[in-house]
């Protein structure tokens, strides 16, 4: 395979990760508010006291969103988002990376997306998004949590 080849397959275009993105940002908060309906976990006056609401959003956001993307990403480095763009995460080998790194270091990353939508509340913070994109957008092309994943984006 030629380099110009190569790079095309291990550089998608940077617009296909933010649609990705876009995807599951917008998937994940419905099927959570598909499960607070269903469980009830946010129906009582006590949900809302103290901090329990963040750590029952924590627990639906993290349950939608292994509901949705578990399976695709353990046994083909896709959420949905990246199914439908047609790429994937992958090792810098070009494998589908382990599991647990993609759900329990990678995945960690997921909810930083919302900092921006929380700026009253986490002020400076909400710039994190954002300085994980710059370094996407980098010449390596890799993202800040694929640096700490030791994971890359490829096209399909």
């Known amino acids: ?7 095309a397959v291990e550089h998608p275009a940077i617009w296909r990760r ?15 508010f598909v499960l607070m309906i269903v469980t009830g976990l946010m129906e009582t006056a006590d949900a809302y006291a103290g901090y329990q609401p963040w750590f029952r959003g924590v627990i639906l956001g993290t349950t939608a969103y292994l509901l949705l993307n578990g399976w695709l990403l353990c046994r083909r480095g896709q959420t949905i988002g990246k199914w ?13 990376p382990d599991w647990w790194n993609l759900i329990l270091v990678r995945a960690l990353f997921f909810p930083l997306l919302y900092l921006p939508v929380l700026y009253p509340m986490v002020g400076i913070f909400a710039v994190v998004p954002f300085i994980d ?3 996407a957008i980098s010449a ?3 993202s800040l949590h694929d640096l700490v994943a030791g994971t890359r984006v490829a096209a399909v």
């Open 1 to 7: 395979m030629s380099a110009s080849k190569r790079t």
């Open 18 to 32: 933010i649609v990705a993105t876009g995807i599951d940002f917008i998937l994940v908060p419905a099927i959570s």
């Open 84 to 96: 439908m763009t047609r790429i994937r995460v992958v090792t810098l080998n070009g494998d589908v």
């Open 133 to 135: 994109l710059a370094f």
């Open 140 to 142: 390596q092309r890799r």
